[in-house]
C-alpha cells in the first residue's frame, strides 16, 4: 500500500504538545513550529505547476511551518485519498471536489467544521464566488475552502466543419437534430463522445435535465424524494437522449472512448468531430495538443442550447463550481494552523490568481477578469467567467453531488441507457432504487 | 502460480521420497507463516467485513445478512458470475488446445525452436496494465491500428460493441498467458522418455498418431495443472479488464472481480464487496478441487508402469 512519507510523519505527530494561543488571525507564533502540513493534489498539468509554486511560495514565507506536497494521477488520487482517510492517515489538507464525497468525510468525522473560520475571515470569504460555496456547506456548515477554479461544461464547435456544410451552430435542439444527419452526410461526427468514463455521457442528461425541467428536477433527487427519477421530464430527456444516439449523433465507437486519454479532444480538433460538449479544462487540452486549432481560432463555444418547449433557464449550468480543500480532523493543532495561514495567504492570493488565468480557466475569485486581458485566451476566459457570472444556477455535477455509492449506480445505469441496452423506464426503476442511499 | 506447477509435477513422481518427509516438515513452516499472515487473516477479516455495513471511512457497524441479502438479490451478481463463468470458459478453450501445440512444438531440440521459444515468452514478461493500454491504444476505433493503415476489416468498434469486447478480453488474455502454458508444456513433454516414442516408430505409427496416443495421455497430470492455473486465474482477472473496457460496454464484461472492486471501492460498499469477495474463495476452492478430482485418486500413481 506504501503510503508516502507525509502521511505517516502527520500521523506520527498527533501527540505533540498543544500549542496556547493560537487566534483566528494566525500571526507566526513561531517556538517549536516543528510540524509541518500536508496536502496531496492532483499530477495533471498545467495545473500541477501552480499549486506547487503556490506551496513554494507559502513555504519560503513560513520557514517555521511549511507545507509538505505530495502529487497523484487523478484516479489513483481519488482511492487513495479515501483509503487514508479511512486508516486515520489523511494528510492534513484534503484535497477534492466537494459535494458527496465532502458529506462523506463529514459524516466520518474526518474533516473540521470552517464555518467559523469564514466568519473571522470575512474578507476572504468575500473574495471568493458566492456560487462556489453551495458544494463545500453541509448541512448548513461549512466544511471545505473553495479554491482554484470554476469549470463550466460547454458545447465546443469546430468553425470548419460548420463552414464545410455551411450551417450556423445550434440555437435549439431542433437544431441539433437536424445537424446530426448533414454532419453524418458530410462524414463528419456530429459529437465526440469519451463514453467509456461514463461521467461524460452525464454532463449530455445533466444539461437535457436542466434545459427541459430547471434545476428542480435532479434537486428532488438529491434531496431524496421517492420515486423522483420517474418525473415525465426524466422520462422525455432521457428519451431525447437515446433519440439522438440512435439517429448516430456520436462518434462511431463512442462507448470504447476515455477521456483520461484526451481522445475526445483530439476527434474534435483532427476535424473527426464537428462538436463536443465537455468541461471548461479541455480549453487548455486542446490549445496544448491541437496544433493551429485553437491559435488558429477554429474553435468555437457556446452554452448550451434551449430546447424547444423546456421550461428550464438557458442561462443555466452545471460543472465544477471550484475545487475545495478541507483539514484533516485528525491533523495536529500546528498542522491546522498552517493549513489556515495558507487559506487566508497564498491558496487564492494574487499570484495565484494570476497564475490560474495564465492555464486558460477562470479562478474563483470576484473579479478575476480584469486579470484577462492582455491573456490571449482572453475571449474564452471571458465567455466562461460570464456564463459563471450570469448563471441563473450553477450546478454541480451529478457524481460529484450524490453519495459515492448512488453515483456510483447513476454512472453504470448511464453506461447502459447511452448503450440502448436500457430503456429510459428501466434507467428511472434503477435509479429510483437507491435514491437517498 | 510457479510454485503450484512444480509441486503438481513433482508430485507426479514422489513415491520415491516418501519415506523422508516426516523429519522435515519445519521446512514448511516459513511458507505456512507466510500464508496464514497474507492469506488466512485477511481472509477471515473479509468474511468478518462481509456481516458489516462499512463505507471505507467511519465506523464498521454489524449489520447481520444485510450486505449478503443486498449482493445475493442483485441481478447484478448472476450476471457477474455468467460473464466470469464464460471467461474462463473462452480462455481455457482457446488457450489450452494451443498452448499443448506449441509447447510439443517448442519441445524439440532444434536451435530454431529454442529461439522461438524465448521469443514466445516475451508477452509473460510484460505487466497486464501495459498490455490493456497498448492494445486499447491499437484497438481504437479513430485512431488505432485499423485507422491508420485504413483497413476496414480492423475499424470495428472493438471495445464498444459487448461481443466484440468480450472477444478481445478473451484474445489478449489468451495472448499473455499462452507463452506461460506453453512453457509448462513444453517441460511435460520434455519429461515423456524417448524410448516411447521409438517403440511406437518401430510399431509404424505417424506423427500424428504418436501425438493422440503417447503425448497426450502422457500430458494428462501437465494439463490438469495448467488447468488449474488458467481457472483458477480467470476469477480473478481484473487488471487487465479494467483497463481494457472498465467492465463495458455497459456491463458486458464485469467479471466478478471487477464488480466486487466497483463496489468497494468505487461505491463505497465494503460490505457487499467482501461479501462477493468470500463467493469468490468459495467458488475458486471448489473450482480447484474439482480439477484434482478430475486427476483421479491416483494424482500420485506413475505414469510410467512397465518402463
Known amino acids: ?437 | 502460480m510457479s510454485a503450484v506447477a512444480t509441486s503438481a509435477t513433482a508430485s507426479a513422481k514422489s513415491g520415491d521420497d516418501r519415506g523422508r518427509g516426516g523429519s522435515l516438515s519445519w521446512m514448511a513452516l516459513p511458507a505456512l507463516v507466510f500464508f496464514a499472515g497474507f492469506a488466512v487473516i485477511p481472509l477471515i477479516g473479509v468474511l468478518v467485513l462481509s456481516f458489516t455495513s462499512w463505507d471505507g471511512l467511519g465506523d464498521i457497524n454489524f449489520a447481520g445478512f444485510d450486505a449478503w441479502r443486498a449482493v445475493l438479490s442483485d441481478p447484478g451478481l448472476p450476471h457477474a458470475l455468467w460473464v466470469t463463468f464464460l471467461v474462463m470458459a473462452a480462455s481455457w478453450a482457446v488457450q489450452t488446445p494451443a498452448s499443448i501445440l506449441l509447447g510439443v512444438f517448442l519441445a524439440g531440440q532444434q536451435r530454431y525452436r529454442a529461439v522461438l521459444s524465448v521469443l514466445y515468452f516475451i508477452p509473460l514478461l510484460l505487466s497486464s496494465a501495459a498490455i490493456a493500454i497498448t492494445y486499447k491504444a491499437l484497438l481504437d476505433p479513430n485512431f488505432g491500428l485499423g485507422a491508420g493503415l485504413k483497413l476496414p476489416l480492423l475499424t470495428q468498434d472493438w471495445l464498444g460493441e459487448p461481443l466484440l469486447a468480450f472477444g478481445v478480453v478473451i484474445f489478449v488474455v489468451s495472448w499473455q498467458f499462452i507463452p506461460f502454458h506453453s512453457l509448462i508444456y513444453q517441460g511435460g513433454v520434455r519429461q515423456i522418455p524417448r524410448s516411447m516414442y521409438e517403440a511406437a516408430e518401430l510399431d509404424g505409427a505417424g506423427r500424428v498418431r504418436t501425438f493422440f496416443s503417447i503425448t497426450l495421455p502422457q500430458l494428462k497430470y501437465t494439463i490438469i495443472t495448467s488447468s488449474t492455473l488458467m481457472v483458477a486465474g480467470s476469477l480473478t482477472f481484473f487488471d487487465l479488464i479494467f483497463v481494457l473496457t472498465a467492465g463495458g460496454p455497459g456491463d458486458a464484461t464485469r467479471v466478478l472481480a471487477l464488480d466486487m472492486y466497483k463496489r468497494g471501492f468505487q461505491a463505497n460498499l465494503m460490505g457487499p464487496a467482501s461479501a462477493i469477495a468470500v463467493i469468490l474463495v468459495f467458488v475458486g476452492l471448489a473450482l480447484a478441487l474439482f480439477l484434482r478430482r478430475l486427476g483421479g485418486r491416483d494424482a500420485g500413481h506413475s505414469q510410467l508402469d512397465g518402463m
Open chain 1, 1 to 437: 500500500m506504501g503510503l508516502p512519507m507525509g502521511a505517516a510523519l502527520a500521523a506520527c505527530g498527533s501527540s505533540g504538545p498543544t500549542q496556547a494561543g493560537a487566534g483566528g488571525g494566525g500571526g507566526g507564533t513561531g517556538g517549536g513550529g516543528a510540524g509541518s502540513a500536508t496536502y496531496w493534489y492532483l499530477s495533471t498539468q498545467p495545473q500541477e505547476g501552480v499549486r506547487t509554486r503556490t506551496i513554494e511560495r507559502f513555504n519560503k514565507a513560513n520557514p517555521n511551518g511549511k507545507i509538505t506536497g505530495t502529487t497523484f494521477q487523478n484516479d489513483a488520487f481519488k482511492t487513495k485519498i479515501k483509503t487514508a482517510i479511512g486508516a486515520g492517515q489523511a494528510p492534513t489538507l484534503i484535497w477534492g471536489w466537494g459535494g458527496g464525497t465532502l458529506r462523506s468525510y463529514v459524516q466520518a468525522g474526518q474533516v473540521d467544521d470552517l464555518t467559523s473560520f469564514f466568519d473571522e475571515n470575512t474578507a476572504l470569504k468575500d473574495r471568493l464566488f458566492p456560487s462556489s460555496f453551495g458544494a463545500a456547506t453541509i448541512d448548513g456548515k461549512i466544511y471545505a475552502m473553495p479554491c482554484e477554479t470554476m469549470q463550466p461544461i460547454v458545447l465546443y464547435y469546430d468553425k470548419r466543419a460548420f463552414e464545410k456544410i455551411k450551417a450556423e451552430p445550434p440555437q435549439s435542439w431542433g437544431d441539433i437534430m437536424a445537424l446530426v444527419p448533414k454532419f453524418n452526410a458530410a462524414g463528419i461526427a456530429p459529437f465526440s463522445l469519451g463514453g467509456q468514463s461514463r461521467w461524460t455521457n452525464m454532463m449530455w442528461l445533466e444539461f437535457l435535465f436542466d434545459r427541459m425541467g430547471g434545476p428542480e428536477v435532479f434537486q428532488a433527487v438529491f434531496d431524496g424524494e421517492k420515486d423522483a427519477w420517474s418525473n415525465p421530464i426524466a422520462i422525455d430527456a432521457l428519451t431525447k437522449m437515446q433519440d439522438l444516439i440512435k439517429a448516430d449523433g456520436f462518434i462511431k465507437g463512442f462507448s470504447s472512448i476515455t477521456a483520461d486519454s484526451n481522445a475526445d479532444q483530439a476527434l474534435l480538433y483532427t476535424g473527426k468531430a464537428a462538436m463536443m460538449l465537455h468541461g471548461g479544462w479541455t480549453y487548455g487540452g486542446m490549445k496544448q495538443d491541437g496544433g493551429d486549432f485553437v491559435p488558429g481560432g477554429n474553435l468555437g463555444y457556446m452554452n448550451f442550447p434551449p430546447i424547444d418547449g423546456g421550461t428550464g433557464d438557458p442561462s443555466n449550468t452545471v460543472g465544477n463550481p471550484g475545487q475545495y480543500i478541507s483539514i484533516s480532523s485528525k491533523a495536529t493543532p500546528e498542522q491546522k494552523e498552517i493549513a489556515k495561514k495558507f487559506f487566508t495567504t497564498e491558496l487564492m492570493g494574487d499570484q495565484a490568481v494570476k497564475e490560474w488565468v495564465e492555464t486558460g480557466a477562470v479562478p474563483i475569485v470576484n473579479g478575476a477578469d480584469k486579470q484577462f486581458t492582455g491573456s490571449p485566451d482572453a475571449d474564452f476566459l471571458n465567455f466562461a467567467y460570464g456564463i459563471a457570472a450570469n448563471a441563473k444556477t450553477f450546478a454541480q455535477s451529478w457524481d460529484q453531488a450524490l453519495s459515492p455509492t448512488a453515483a456510483e449506480v447513476l454512472l453504470d445505469n448511464i453506461a447502459k441507457l447511452f448503450q440502448l441496452s436500457i430503456s429510459p423506464q428501466q434507467f428511472t426503476e434503477n435509479m429510483n432504487a437507491v435514491i437517498g442511499k
